[in-house]
C-alpha cells in the first residue's frame, strides 16, 4: 500500500543523503521525495511517497527516527490529509489543437506560464487524479517536457 | 583564549576521561599528532593499519564498555578504516573515528588523499560528523562521545579538515550533550513489562534466548537473578556468550547454526521465547518460521527496529535491558510462583536433550584436534582469561567449547564476521588489562589478514598470545565446500603458509608449534608463562568440520551431527 511520510529533520549537511540512503540500503522505495524550509530555519521538512505493506511501513517509521538527525516522522495516510503537487507541462500543439489545449487548462485551472510560437508552458496543481487526468488529456497535443514537483501533503485539522 | 583545533581535539579527548588513541598518522593530521607528541596522559598505540587500529579500539571497547577511539589521516587512512567500522556497527559497539580531512577549501576538488568518508561511510556508522570550523569541534567531540556509547551502542565518525585543526578558537566544552532528535528510552513500558510478567508465569516451556545487548547494558547480574527467579533455561547467542556463566546448571549453550542440540530443540518446542538484547539474527534463526513455531514471544531491546523486524513478537518491550530485567524480576518475585515445581517437567525435557547430543568431538592420539587445544586453554586458565577469536571454524569451536562465566571475556566479530579481527582486538583489550591473560584463538588464514600488528605487539609490549589453529585450509569454506560443493576445495587450501614460528621470531616475538596431541599442553603452560607475544602454532587435524550444524535453509531441528556418525570406529570425547 501506498504511504505518505512527512519528516521534520535539523537542516544539517548530509541529512536528505542519510534519508535517501536508508531507503536505498534498506531496499525501500521511495516514489516521490519533495523538500523545503520551515518557519524555523534549523529544520526542514520532507515528504516522501513510499509503498509497502504494515511490516516494511512499520521498519521504515522505526529506522527513520533511528537517524540521529531526523526530530518527528509521521505517516500521514493514518490520518486525514491534503496532498498537492505542482506540473509544469509544455506542449507543443499543431495549429488546430490550441484552442483545444487552452480549453483543457481552462477546466483544470491550469495556468498558461510560458508561451513561444510553437509551444505553450501550463502550470497545473492538484492531487494526483488531477494531474494524471491533465497529462492523458493533453497527451494527443504533443508534450515535450514535463516536470513534477513530487507530493508535498498536511494533516487536517 | 584562543586554542588551535588540534589542541581543542585533545582536550575534549581528557574531558571524555580517554587514556588510549588507536592511531596512524599522514598529511593532514600533522598537526593533531604533534599536538599529542608531548601529551602525558592519552597514549598513542601506533598501529601497523588503520584497520589495525580500528579492531584495537574495537576490542578495548569491549574488553571495557568504555568507547574506543581511532584517529587517522584522510583518504587512504580513512577508508581503511571502514571494516573496523562496519564490524562495530554490526556488533553495536561504541566507537569514535577521527578521520583527518582536505582543507575546507578543497573538498570536493578531487584533492591529494581526499576520499568522503562521511559518504562512504553513512551506512556502517550511527552517526557522522564533517566538522567545518573549528568554532564546532568540540561540540562534535562532545556529541560524537555522548552517541557513541548511549542507547544501543556504535561507531560514530567525525571528519575534521587539516585547517580545522589550525584554526583556531575558544575552548568551550558542554557540559551534556543535548540533542532534540535523539532521546535513548531506557525504562521500559511497565504495563508491557506486567504482560510478560504474566506470560512467564502461564508458560510451561519457557526459553531465555539473550545476546550482545546483555553485555553492553551492563545487565548480566539482572539475567542470571531472572533465570534463578524463574528457573527457566537460558540460550546465548554468539555476541551474548559470557552474559549468563558458561557453567550455570541452567545454561543450555549457544544457540543457532552450530548451537548446541539442547538449545535449538528447547526454543524449537517452547511455548515462550524471552528474547532479552538479540535479534533474530539469519544464524540464530535458521528458517525463521520454524525457529519457535509454538511460542509467543517475548522482546526486550533498547532498539525499535530490532523488535518485529524479522519475527512477530507478542509482547515488545523496547527499552534498556538492565532497566527492564530489573523492573520485570521485582514484578516476578512478588508472584511468589512455586517456579521449581512448575519448570521440573520442561528442565528434565531439557536435560534429556542434552544427554541425546552433547557437545562432542572425535579423540584422535596422533593429530591434534582443533577442539583439544581449546579445552586446554579452558583447563590451563581456568576460563580466567578474555579470549578473542577470528572468524570461522575457530570462532564456532571457541563458542562451544570454552565456558565463559563473565561478561566482556569474548570478543568476536559476530555480526560482519570478519576475518583478521581477534589479532588487533587482543592487542586493544591488552592495552585496557596489561595484567591480565588475553588470548586470539586463530585460524591461520584469519591471522594472516592483519599479521602485522604483531610489530605493534612487540613493540608495546604486550603479551599478548595467539593458538593457530593451523589447518592450512579456510576451515569453514572448505567444511561447506565438503558438505555442499561435493569436496571441490576451490581456492580454500591454504597449503604454503610462512612458517609461524619463525614469522614469530622475525618480529620479535616468540613462537612455539605442538604438532602433536601430546605438545599441546606443555607449549600452552610454556606460552602463558612468557611475559611477551608469543604465536603458538597448533598444526591440526585439517579436515576437522565443526558440528552440529544447521544446514543453510533449514529449521534449527534439523541439524546434523557429522562425527557421531563415526563414533562407533573411533572414540568419542564426550565434553561436560
Known amino acids: 500500500m501506498r504511504h505518505i511520510i512527512s519528516i521534520i529533520v535539523e537542516n544539517k549537511f548530509g541529512v536528505l543523503s542519510r534519508v535517501a540512503g536508508l531507503f536505498s540500503g534498506r531496499g525501500y522505495n521511495i516514489e516521490t521525495v519533495a523538500v523545503g524550509p520551515t518557519l524555523d530555519p534549523e529544520v526542514s521538512q520532507m515528504t516522501i511517497v513510499t509503498n509497502g505493506d504494515d511490516q516494511v511501513l512499520e521498519q521504515i517509521t522505526k529506522q527513520l527516527n533511528k537517524l540521529i538527525d531526523v526530530i518527528k516522522v509521521v505517516d500521514l495516510t493514518e490520518k486525514e490529509f491534503v496532498e498537492r503537487e505542482t506540473a ?59 516536470v513534477r514537483t513530487g507530493k508535498v501533503a498536511i494533516a487536517r485539522e | 583564549m584562543k586554542i588551535s583545533g588540534a589542541e581543542i581535539f585533545l582536550e575534549a579527548l581528557r574531558r571524555e576521561g580517554v587514556k588510549v588513541v588507536f592511531g596512524y598518522p599522514g598529511g593532514v ?49 580513512a577508508t581503511n578504516t571502514v571494516t573496523g567500522i562496519a564490524t562495530a556497527y554490526m556488533d553495536s559497539i561504541p566507537l569514535v573515528v577521527f578521520t583527518g580531512q582536505v582543507p575546507t577549501k578543497m573538498i570536493g576538488n578531487d584533492a591529494f588523499q581526499e576520499a568522503d568518508i562521511v559518504g562512504i561511510t553513512r551506512p556502517c556508522t550511527k552517526h557522522s560528523y564533517l566538522v567545518k570550523d573549528v568554532a564546532d569541534l568540540a561540540g562534535a567531540i562532545k556529541e560524537a562521545f555522548y552517541i557513541a556509547s548511549t542507547g544501543r551502542p556504535g561507531p560514530v565518525l567525525v571528519d575534521i579538515p587539516k585547517d580545522v585543526f589550525l584554526d583556531k578558537a575558544e575552548f568551550r566544552y558542554p557540559e ?7 532521546n535513548p528510552k531506557y525504562a521500559g513500558n511497565k504495563w508491557q513489562i506486567k504482560q510478560a510478567a504474566q506470560a512467564i508465569a502461564k508458560a510451561k516451556k519457557p526459553v531465555i534466548y539473550a545476546g550482545g545487548g546483555v553485555l553492553l547494558s551492563g545487565a548480566a547480574e539482572e539475567l542470571r537473578d531472572l533465570a534463578e527467579i524463574t ?103 512478588e508472584l511468589k510462583e512455586p517456579w521449581e515445581a512448575i519448570r521440573k517437567a520442561w528442565l528434565r525435557q531439557v536435560a534429556e536433550w542434552q544427554a541425546e547430543h552433547p557437545p562432542a568431538y572425535e579423540w584422535s592420539d596422533e593429530v591434534i584436534k582443533p577442539q583439544y587445544v581449546i579445552e586446554k586453554i579452558y583447563d590451563l586458565t581456568g576460563g580466567d582469561a578474555i579470549i578473542t577469536t577470528e572468524v570461522g571454524q575457530c570462532q564456532m569451536w571457541t563458542a562451544q567449547f570454552f565456558k565463559f562465566n563473565r561478561p566482556r571475556t569474548f570478543l ?51 603479551p599478548v598470545k595467539v593458538a593457530i589453529l593451523n589447518n592450512r585450509f579456510l576451515g569453514m569454506v572448505r567444511q561447506w565446500q565438503e558438505l555442499f560443493f561435493g569436496g571441490r576445495y576451490s581456492s580454500s587450501d591454504m597449503t604454503g603458509q610462512p612458517d609461524f614460528v619463525r614469522l ?66 573411533r572414540g568419542l570425547r564426550a565434553v561436560g
Open chain 2, 231 to 333: 528457573q527457566i533455561p537460558v540460550t546465548l547467542t554468539l555476541m551474548g556468550l559470557g552474559g549468563f556463566p558458561g557453567t550455570h546448571p541452567l545454561f543450555l549453550g549457544m544457540l543457532g547454526m552450530h548451537g548446541t542440540y539442547q538449545a535449538n530443540m528447547a526454543v524449537y518446542r517452547s511455548d515462550l521465547v524471552i528474547a532479552i538484547g538479540a535479534r533474530f539474527d539469519d544464524r540464530v534463526t535458521g528458517k525463521v518460521e520454524e525457529f519457535c513455531p509454538e511460542a509467543k514471544i517475548i522482546h526486550v531491546d533498547i532498539d525499535p527496529t530490532s523488535i518485529k523486524k524479522n519475527v512477530h513478537v507478542d509482547v515488545p518491550i523496547v527499552g534498556d535491558v538492565k532497566h527492564v530485567l530489573r523492573d520485570l524480576n521485582t514484578m516476578l518475585r
Open chain 1, 88 to 146: 509544469l507541462i509544455k506542449v507543443a500543439p499543431p495549429p488546430e489543437g490550441r484552442a483545444e489545449v487552452l480549453r483543457t487548462a481552462e477546466i483544470f485551472r491550469a495556468r498558461i506560464v510560458d508561451s513561444s510560437p510553437k509551444t505553450s508552458t501550463l502550470q497545473v496543481t492538484g492531487d494526483e487524479k488531477k494531474i494524471a487526468a491533465i497529462i492523458e488529456l493533453l497527451k494527443p497535443y504533443g508534450i515535450k517536457d514535463l
Open chain 2, 412 to 462: 568476536n566479530s559476530g555480526g560482519l564476521g570478519t576475518m583478521g579481527y581477534g589479532f588487533p582486538a587482543a592487542i586493544g583489550a591488552q592495552m585496557a588489562f596489561p595484567d591480565r591473560l588475553v588470548i586470539d584463538i586463530a585460524g591461520d588464514a584469519s591471522l594472516e589478514m592483519n599479521i602485522q600488528e604483531l610489530a605493534t605487539a612487540v613493540i608495546q609490549r604486550l
Open chain 2, 176 to 182: 551534556e550533550a543535548k540533542l532534540r532528535s535523539y
Open chain 2, 29 to 77: 593530521v600533522l598537526k593533531v599528532f604533534d599536538v599529542l607528541y608531548d601529551e602525558k596522559e592519552i597514549k598513542v598505540v601506533l598501529s601497523r593499519h588503520e584497520q589495525g587500529a580500528t579492531h584495537m579500539a574495537d576490542g578495548y571497547a569491549r574488553a571495557t564498555g568504555r568507547p574506543g577511539v581511532v584517529l587517522v589521516t584522510s583518504g587512504p587512512g
Open chain 2, 504 to 569: 614469530a621470531e622475525a618480529y620479535g616475538a616468540v613462537g612455539l608449534r605442538a604438532e602433536k596431541p601430546s605438545e599441546v599442553e606443555p607449549v600452552l603452560k610454556e606460552a602463558f608463562r612468557i611475559s611477551r607475544p608469543v604465536l603458538i602454532d597448533c598444526v591440526v587435524d585439517r579436515y576437522e568440520n565443526v558440528f552440529p550444524m544447521v544446514p543453510a535453509g533449514k529449521g534449527n531441528h534439523e541439524m546434523i551431527f557429522g562425527q557421531e556418525k563415526k563414533s562407533s570406529e
